[in-house]
């Protein structure tokens, strides 16, 4: 199937993009059926994203660690994410097929893989439990795991939380969020990016927004109680 194409082999076949079909990775290999299109070129959206229920049902804090951010739950996190990307591999090369090489599932399912597994790692040894450096080669690992565009500019995230985290072992969530903030932020200033230029941005800055004020929510019930 084209979705099953190597990058090398996707790139080749790029300049055909326009006139080729995205293949069904579910079904039988057959095209995906287009909707009435109603203009010229028009182009269906292939079908949503299988959700994770970490990121999609609301979480009940029950103890003082679900606040924290700290190697166990870094490594929770990247294990859920990478869960995710997993789950989304075969909808996120579609989705790339339409105008890119089609290998973003690919990259983004490698590249999480990776991360997951050196935080794993990490944790279970024990050596690192400095949040800044966890995260720095965290973000080198993913990095080369995914040496795409999308890999570079998500490593420059993680950097960028390194750097607010340094010499922190642990922090609360009002901290873990201004590290995010400062992330996306180091994205914005290393990719010459802005929100509403139809990138990563536009679904970073808002997803921030909403966890700062989550974040304030857990903290003001956790000094309630």
Not at 23 to 52: E, S
Not at 86 to 91: A, G, L
Request: hydrophobic content about 40%; cysteine-free; aromatic content about 2%.
């Amino acid at each position: 199937p084209v979705g099953l194409l190597p990058p090398e082999a996707a790139r080749r076949d790029r300049r055909h993009a326009a006139h080729r079909r995205v293949r069904d990775l579910h079904g039988d290999g057959g095209a995906v059926r287009h909707g009435l299109q109603t203009r010229r070129g028009a182009q269906a959206t292939p079908a949503g994203p299988r959700l994770h229920p970490v990121l999609h049902e609301r979480q009940q804090v029950t103890t003082r660690e679900d606040m924290m951010l700290n190697a166990r739950t870094l490594s929770r996190i990247f294990s859920s994410i990478s869960e995710l990307m997993e789950q989304n591999r075969d909808y996120l090369v579609r989705l790339d097929q339409v105008n890119g090489d089609g290998d973003l599932g690919i990259s983004m399912d490698d590249g999480f893989r990776a991360a997951a597994a050196f935080f794993a790692e990490s944790l279970e040894s024990g050596e690192e439990t400095d949040l800044g450096r966890l995260l720095r080669r965290g973000g080198k690992v993913l990095n080369e795991a995914a040496p795409s565009s999308l890999g570079t500019i998500l490593a420059f995230g993680l950097m960028g939380m390194a750097k607010r985290l340094r010499g922190n072992q642990e922090v609360d969530v009002i901290a873990a969020v201004g590290a995010l903030d400062a992330g996306v932020q180091n994205m914005m200033d290393k990719a010459e990016s802005k929100p509403g230029e139809k990138t990563i941005i536009d679904a970073l800055v808002p997803g921030v927004e909403v966890l700062r004020g989550g974040a304030a929510r857990v903290a003001g019930d956790a000094e309630a109680e």
